[in-house]
């Protein structure tokens, strides 16, 4: 793996440690509209500003936005702790606070130094009931020597302008946004950094043994892992990731962790170990961001080798049991819609096309389309003015296609003759996919695959 992938997966791994904790303590504010000057008041004005703001959808303004505002919370905590002394609320603020000046620093090396943040963490700790507050004032403190380790060893001070409003579902992908800390290096650390930062990954480690039952020992896992991967010691960063997954199974940090293993066995070449964290990820998170990016990858798997089930009535009114395929490979063409409003001449033409090339290969050749039960009978027509001999069905909702891992139109899941489902594929130009495809032997032909 190169050393850019080792910066790009730290970033991720930096990224999803510091949205996870922000805005995870807040008062609730449910129930009836808190005095701006209130105890409860101050934390949801730090809260909302500790948030970014999702109605701003450029990403880079969404950030410095972000920053700006990040930059308002000591006022408010000082107001705070001036006219509320005695707030339950206090360790909350003290929470909140932390966690948006660490995401700061990652961006911002100047936006926060150790000793205002070390100050907050020491106010916190003093304060803390809470078993998750003592450990991430401890956590804070680590995470400022690794913030300062990997600034050692990049070339370039941040910047924030061309970076990614951070979230918790795509920055565990190599297509994630990069941090402040991590996206300017040119070059592998050098021995004497190397060693430090696979030792404070240790200390990360040992922290989330000891703070087991809170939420900061995933947080911590994740932090050894992107240091290991700064350190160049690969083998170590798969391994604490693998076993953040093991033994933390619920923890958040578990399901970015996941995520990251998908990519990691991918490049490796071991596509069984990546379909294994795909599906642990899907099962565990099943409503979570990071689980909707595999879910079809999952599904597809799942249905290769299953029965083929449908019974249905075409939109000129032929009844259908797909047991009457049996005997003959089948094509089940999946389209996106066929009504006058949406109709466009590649459907038709796809149509035709697959129906001369299921015929040639000795397949039966069915469609089905995403359409809304009452454009039934426009569908029909249409079907019938072009003289489309193959059946088409509806498939209002998708039941069918996502039962089948079918994910982007159009689609084709191929079924063989045993009814049982061999393969799904998707491709914006799907007859050139399938032709290529079913090539005879003798021609050479790109290997089955569910990836579009």
Known sequence: ?????????????????????????????SLSTPAPDSDVGIVLQMAHLAAPDHSVTDPAKQLLGLLENIQKLPPLLEKLEKNHPA??????????????????RQYDSGSFTNEQISQVSQKLAASAKKEDHKAQAQFVLLQLQGLDLIKSATSKPAQ??????????????ASAPTSAAASQASSAPADAIAGPLAELAGR?????????????????????????????????????????????PKDPS???????????????????K??????????????????????????????????????????????????ALAGKPTLVYFFAAITPRTFTDPVVANLRELQALASEREYNLIAIGAEPEFATKAAGEIVERNQISTQVFLDPEGTLASSLGVSALPAVVVVDEALKVKDVLMAADIVARMKSYLAPASQPASAPTSRP
Not at 87 to 102: D, F, K, T
Not at 160 to 173: L, V
Not at 204 to 216: P, R, V
């Open 274 to 323: 990546a379909m294994q964290a795909k599906r642990t990820l899907v099962e565990r998170f099943p409503d979570s961001s990071l689980a909707q990016r595999f879910k079809a990858d999952v599904a597809r798997e799942t249905v290769r080798g299953k029965a083929f089930e449908f019974r249905g009535k075409s939109v000129t009114g032929q009844q259908l049991d797909s047991k």
């Open 87 to 104: 707030s339950s609320y206090l360790p909350e603020a003290y929470s909140l606070v932390l966690n948006a000046m660490v995401t700061a």
């Open 204 to 248: 990360f480690i040992q922290f989330a043994q000891q703070h087991a039952g809170t939420t900061y020992a995933g947080q911590a896992m994740m932090q050894a892992a992107g240091l290991y991967f700064e350190a160049d010691a690969n083998d170590q960063a798969v391994a604490t990731l693998e076993r953040l997954a093991r033994d933390y």
């Open 1 to 29: 793996m190169g050393h850019s992938m080792h910066r790009l997966l730290l970033a991720a791994l930096l990224l999803a440690v510091s949205t996870l904790a922000l805005g995870q303590s807040a008062p609730d504010d």
């Open 254 to 272: 578990a399901a970015t962790a996941l995520a990251i293993l998908v990519k990691l066995y991918d490049e490796q070449g071991q596509p069984d």
């Open 160 to 173: 924030p302008q061309a970076a990614s409003m951070p979230t918790s579902a795509p920055a565990a992908t």
